[in-house]
Each structure stands twice: as structure tokens, then as C-alpha cells.
């Protein structure tokens, strides 16, 4: 007997992979992007007494309306885009669930999708198991006329093609901390007109975004409307990765195939965290303002302790990642190390913190773009980014 060739081709997420060895390392884990701390006090009060008040049983499989409502207002605050709660939204058990969703729900085998890479290796294998086509678009490193990641316009007008269904897009963007810019936004609506295709816009880092950068809603661009579902979710914005709290919104056929999908996936979410992150989206803006600033300071701090361990990081302007150099990195017998997962391995087993070899992110024929980088998450305590600093200063590397 052996499993359907579908799920034998995934193998094991990187994520599991490297926190597993975090955790029979000891390691100080910057490797997996969840906060060592907890969101707002208020937010738990209003899970525990949703418990408490006996919403402890199946939700409505499109998510409660109380939480359905309450996203359609953050939209309107924050992007002054109009939603109806009751035909564009549904709620899912994180956004990854959302994303999966809506991969099966518009995506025909032999369809192709459009996605930046380096790219969450979930979205990969929805393509795939949706039976679409990856058309990949390189993100390159910043560079003497370039000050954050970037990507060659011909070489996004050359991966649309008559098939093209959809472009997956990221942004704020993990792993590299881009926020793509009204050009660059404007230049992907162009090509979605041209070739008549569709959005899939990852937005769950959307109030994780850092000055002077500003994150525009891809579907409030003239003409988008029609064409995207966006997703976001309640983890990244409020430090609860564990309740799984997302969802998609946009125009009712689009969300009729994410809503298809999900009543056979999921049905339903957890009922009273539902109700608690409904609180949670009508906080006042000083809320929001105040998580960001918090998160610089966070990615300043691990940014000089990565630096004083030889290892410079690329500029982030969102999400919660830094991407570092590794080519003055060097093992115990001054050797520079094979790739970003000899690196990691080494970085965790021996130096005592866990990080991400990137190359995971891309397609094969890309992942040579990955392997001089590591990924580090700073969604963590100051005492642990200085614990992790002070392990990150025994790294041994080239002299300069």
C-alpha cells in the first residue's frame, strides 16, 4: 500500500523540520514565525467569556456575522473598500486554509498561476495539488539602483500566457520584507486586465509594515475589485498564531469557490475566537500604530546582533522576517558552508538558534537565488533576541 502520489510528493514543510531540531537542540527558535509573547490582554478576555457564555459549538460555515461584520468594517477603515458581509467573506481556520481554499476553488488543472518567488512553501503545493502550472517571478536581492527586493518587468510580462488564471501575491512579502509599490502594483492590474485573469492577494502582514513603506489594498486599484480575493487573518496582526482565525474577501462569485471548498474542508471555525478577534478588528488605531512600532524596534534589535555575528541583512519594510547573508559564515573548520540548509543545521545544532534556509522558498530552478541566505523571525522578546544574539556572537566567520 503506499499514499496517493499527490501527498507523497510534499515531503515535510521546512517549518517542522528545522523547530523540531530547535527543539532537541535547546536552540532559541527565530526560525518559525510565531511570537514568543501573547496579543492583547482584552482579545483573551473576550475568547474566555464567549466560552464562558456557551459559544462552544459549530459557528455558520462562512464564519460567524458578528465576525464577518466586523471585517467588512476594518475594510472600509483602513481601505475604504465596501464589502458585504453576508456575500464576500468567509471565515477559515487560518489563512492558509483561505489560500488552499481558494486555490481548489479557482484553479483548473493545467491553469497557470503567476507567484513571486521566494514564496510560503504552501502556496506551491495548492498550485499543485489544485493541479495548476507555476509560472515563477524572481525577486531579486537589493542592489546598487535597487534598495529593497525587486523583480524584472519583462520577465513578469513573459510569465503570463494565454492560461494564466491567476497571480498569487504576497505582500507585505515573506520572506523578504518587501511591500510592493503602487508601480509595481499598478504594473501587475495591467497584465491581470490584459490577460483577463484573476488575483490571489496574501495580505496577512498588512499591519506589519514599517516607514517609510506604506501597504496599498491590490484590491482597491482601479479594476480590481472584480478580480480579487483577499486574504488576511487575526495571527500576524494580533500575536495569536494558535486560534487560526483568517479569512478571504471579495466579489460573491470569487468567494463562492473559496466558500465551495472550505464547507468540505473545515465547515466551520472555532466559535469563540471568532467572536474575540471581532473585538480585536475594532480596535482603535492607536492599536495598530503601536504593534508596528513595536515591531521595528524588534527587527532594529536583531538586525545589529546579526550584524555583529557577520551576518548583514537586506532592508525589511513588513512582515516580521529578516533575510541575512551567510557567505562570511563559516563552520567549525573555517570552511564556508555548502548552502543555507548546511548553514541553518549548523546554526542550530552547534551555535544554539534556529533559522530558515530560504532556499525552501523558490522553485527549483531558482533555489541557487536562496541558498547564501538565512531566514530569521523577530517576533520574539527582546530577552531572546539577546539571548540568540549573544549565541549568534560565537559564529565563527571570514575575516573581511
Same mark, same amino acid.
Given at each position: 500500500?503506499?499514499?496517493?502520489?499527490?501527498?507523497?510528493?510534499?515531503?515535510?514543510?521546512?517549518?517542522?523540520?528545522?523547530?523540531?531540531?530547535?527543539?532537541?537542540?535547546?536552540?532559541?527558535?527565530?526560525?518559525q514565525g510565531f511570537p514568543d509573547f501573547d496579543g492583547p490582554a482584552e482579545i483573551k478576555e473576550a475568547a474566555i467569556a464567549a466560552i464562558r457564555a456557551g459559544e462552544n459549538q459549530y459557528a455558520p460555515g462562512p464564519g460567524s456575522l458578528a465576525l464577518r461584520t466586523a471585517i467588512s468594517e476594518h475594510a472600509a477603515r483602513f481601505y475604504g473598500q465596501s464589502l458585504d458581509p453576508n456575500s464576500m467573506i468567509t471565515v477559515t481556520s487560518g489563512a492558509t486554509e483561505a489560500l488552499f481554499d481558494a486555490l481548489l476553488g479557482l484553479v483548473d488543472p493545467g491553469d497557470e498561476v503567476v507567484v513571486f518567488e521566494p514564496f510560503y512553501d504552501s502556496y506551491l503545493a495548492g498550485i499543485e495539488m489544485a493541479g495548476g502550472v507555476v509560472r515563477p517571478v524572481l525577486l531579486r536581492p537589493p542592489d546598487a539602483t535597487h534598495e529593497t527586493f525587486w523583480f524584472?518587468?519583462?520577465?513578469?510580462?513573459?510569465?503570463?500566457?494565454?492560461?494564466?488564471?491567476?497571480?498569487?501575491?504576497?505582500?507585505?512579502?515573506?520572506?523578504?520584507?518587501?511591500?510592493?509599490?503602487l508601480a509595481e502594483l499598478e504594473l501587475i492590474a495591467q497584465l491581470i486586465e490584459e490577460h483577463d485573469a484573476l488575483a490571489l492577494v496574501d495580505e496577512v502582514y498588512e499591519?506589519?509594515?514599517?516607514?517609510?513603506?506604506?501597504?496599498?489594498?491590490?484590491?482597491?486599484?482601479?479594476?480590481?475589485?472584480?478580480r480579487t480575493l483577499t486574504i488576511s487573518s487575526a495571527g500576524k496582526s494580533f500575536s495569536l498564531t494558535?486560534?487560526?482565525?483568517?479569512?478571504?474577501?471579495?466579489?460573491?462569485?470569487?468567494?463562492?469557490?473559496?466558500?465551495?471548498?472550505?464547507?468540505?474542508?473545515?465547515? %466551520?471555525?472555532? @466559535? *469563540? +475566537?471568532?467572536?474575540?478577534? !471581532?473585538?480585536?478588528?475594532? /480596535?482603535p488605531d492607536d492599536y495598530f500604530a503601536l504593534v508596528a512600532r513595536e515591531f521595528v524596534a524588534r527587527r532594529d534589535r536583531l538586525a545589529a546582533a546579526l550584524a555583529l555575528a557577520g551576518l548583514p541583512t537586506h532592508r525589511c519594510d513588513g512582515a516580521y522576517f529578516l533575510l541575512a547573508d551567510i557567505s562570511l559564515a563559516?563552520? %567549525?573548520?573555517? @570552511? *564556508? +558552508?555548502?548552502?543555507?540548509? !548546511?548553514?541553518?543545521?549548523? /546554526?542550530?545544532?552547534?551555535?544554539?538558534?534556529?533559522?530558515?534556509?530560504?532556499?525552501?522558498f523558490y522553485t527549483a530552478a531558482h533555489a541557487q537565488a536562496g541558498r547564501g541566505l538565512a531566514r530569521f523571525a523577530f517576533c520574539k522578546r527582546d530577552a531572546t533576541l539577546d539571548e540568540a544574539g549573544s549565541r549568534l556572537a560565537k559564529l565563527s566567520r571570514a575575516t573581511k
Open positions: 500500500m503506499s499514499i496517493a502520489a499527490r501527498a507523497a510528493s510534499l515531503g515535510t514543510t521546512v517549518f517542522s523540520e528545522f523547530t523540531a531540531l530547535a527543539q532537541k537542540s535547546g536552540a532559541v527558535n527565530l526560525g524584472d518587468a519583462d520577465e513578469l510580462r513573459a510569465a503570463f500566457s494565454p492560461r494564466t488564471k491567476l497571480v498569487l501575491l504576497n505582500t507585505p512579502h515573506n520572506p523578504t520584507g518587501k511591500v510592493f509599490t499591519h506589519l509594515v514599517y516607514a517609510p513603506a506604506r501597504h496599498l489594498r491590490f484590491a482597491t486599484l482601479p479594476g480590481m475589485h472584480a494558535g486560534w487560526k482565525i483568517g479569512w478571504a474577501m471579495g466579489p460573491a462569485e470569487l468567494r463562492r469557490g473559496v466558500q465551495s471548498v472550505h464547507q468540505f474542508v473545515t465547515f %466551520a471555525s472555532a @466559535a *469563540p +475566537f471568532q467572536t474575540a478577534v !471581532a473585538a480585536a478588528l475594532r /480596535l563559516r563552520d %567549525a573548520n573555517g @570552511a *564556508p +558552508f555548502a548552502d543555507d540548509f !548546511a548553514f541553518c543545521r549548523h /546554526l542550530t545544532e552547534k551555535i544554539g538558534v534556529a533559522a530558515i534556509p530560504p532556499s525552501a
